[in-house]
């Protein structure tokens, strides 16, 4: 930094300080500026909550959530991709109805219906991924462009502002003692920047008819959702009152038991009358147990390691579903590594490493705070 800029950032940290400290007043901002900036700030504050609850409806549950926010990246965010990257329940929900259905076979009106059903559930799955990537194109993006440029943009005029001010101040009351050359082009500085500032924040706020088209194309993605799962719940709900009356109207098969065949015993060879048994083996001295000897336990192959390490054990069966997810049994002990946020561990298991749900584990020992 030149000595000149040394020399601003020490004038405008001393007309802080007399701010600050002793209740020396700066040079006033008009209320239609005061206004605008109020305005922006409050919009701010909207379009960051509205992103994050956003996402969240789109996937409601937590441990989802934290993988769309650990795992993807900005541009998988805001839909630039074909899918959103994680399952979507009603795809689960599917995939469980279909294997069990397969397993009941086709003998089964169980079996057929669950089949029905999964079908169904997983259409609804892609009408949800559709809903999720139109979200993500047409309402998540623009608004998170309009934090990362427009936004950050008016923040860095104001700041801007705030320090020329500062400077501008500062040298204004040394007047006199100070070049007025130097206070004018400060004054001159000061007014740009009020100029530059109150035009960006002025463009926002009269185009905010922006954010009102995407807000409407959230709701028409919605409607759009939505209209495609009553058709296939309305299909769905058919195929299965007519699966009720095609069996109900079947003539029901009665049940006979098999006879029963006779049971040959044999001889009795024991003279209590007793049913044959194979003749028990000989215990000799060699093969008998001594008071010293006691059965020892095979070492299990997931021992407990040294709990001088951060670790969890895990409660659950984890298949990991994405890149850089460490994979792990019920019971298995893991080393922990580090604390991703409040949903998700990253942890060491086999000489493997990677990210794994908290709500699988159970932590033995926690990391250092």
Not at 16 to 32: I, M
Not at 114 to 120: H, K, M, P, T, Y
Not at 237 to 253: Q, T
């Amino acid at each position: 930094m030149s000595v000149a800029g040394l020399k601003k950032q020490f004038y405008k940290a001393s007309q802080l300080v007399s701010e600050k400290v002793g209740g020396a007043e700066g040079t006033k901002l008009d209320d239609d500026f005061k206004e605008m900036e109020k305005k922006v700030d409050v919009t701010s504050k909207a379009v960051t909550e509205v992103l994050a609850r956003t996402i969240e409806y789109l996937q409601p549950n937590p441990a989802s959530r934290a993988k769309l926010t650990m795992l993807n990246t900005v541009s998988k965010i805001r839909g630039q991709v074909k899918n959103p990257g994680y399952p979507q329940s009603e795809g689960l929900l599917g995939e469980c109805m279909i294997r069990h259905g397969k397993e009941l076979g086709g003998e089964s009106n169980f079996g057929d219906a669950l089949l029905d059903a999964g079908e169904s559930m997983k259409r609804l799955a892609e009408v949800k991924d559709s809903l999720d990537i139109e979200v993500k194109q047409n309402f998540i993006d623009p608004l998170q462009n309009l934090c990362d440029k427009d936004l950050k943009e008016i923040q860095h005029h104001l700041k801007k502002l705030e320090g020329r001010r500062l400077d501008f101040d500062y040298k204004k009351k040394r007047q006199g003692k100070i070049p007025d050359e130097e206070l004018r082009q400060a004054m001159e500085k000061f007014e740009e920047s009020k100029e530059v500032a109150e035009t960006s924040m002025h463009n926002l706020l009269e185009t905010d008819i922006e954010q009102v088209s995407q807000l409407s194309a959230l709701v028409d993605a919605q409607l759009d959702y939505h209209r495609q799962a009553v058709q296939i719940l309305d299909e769905l709900a058919d195929k299965l009152k007519r699966r009720m009356r095609e069996a109900s109207s079947r003539p029901k098969r009665e049940y006979k038991p098999k006879p029963r065949e006779p049971l040959d015993l044999g001889e009795p060879e024991q003279s209590n009358g007793g049913f044959p048994c194979a003749t028990a083996p000989k215990i000799t001295a060699s093969s008998s147990f001594r008071s010293s000897d006691k059965p020892t336990r095979t070492p299990s192959s997931r021992s407990m390691p040294p709990l001088d390490q951060p670790s969890c054990k895990a409660l659950y069966d984890f298949e990991p579903e994405n890149d850089g997810e460490l994979g792990f049994h019920e019971g298995d002990i893991i080393t922990l590594t580090n604390q991703i946020d409040e949903n998700w561990y990253e942890g060491m298991l086999h000489g493997q490493s990677g990210f794994f749900p908290l709500s699988y584990v159970e932590v033995l020992v926690p990391l250092p705070q």
